[in-house]
């Protein structure tokens, strides 16, 4: 999914979210695009950073403790 939750209201972003957030909790492989690091951390399991069509980066997201965690993972620090 790439960028879900892209202008829609907050309660609609809610419904979503918690959509995927069950989806992955029944099993089933999400793969989720978004610029907002909040909905990152609310529906993942790991975090993959790409750079140049590569993987930088895999974090699992027991590894990232809020929001800046991942803004410095992201851009590389």
Known sequence: MDEPTAGVDI????EILDTIRGLADEGMGVLVISSEYPELLAVS????????GAV????ARADIPDEQSLQLAVQGA
């Open 56 to 59: 930088h980066r895999v974090l």
């Open 45 to 52: 399991d790991r975090v993959v950073v790409l750079r140049n």
């Open 11 to 14: 309660g609609t972003k809610t």
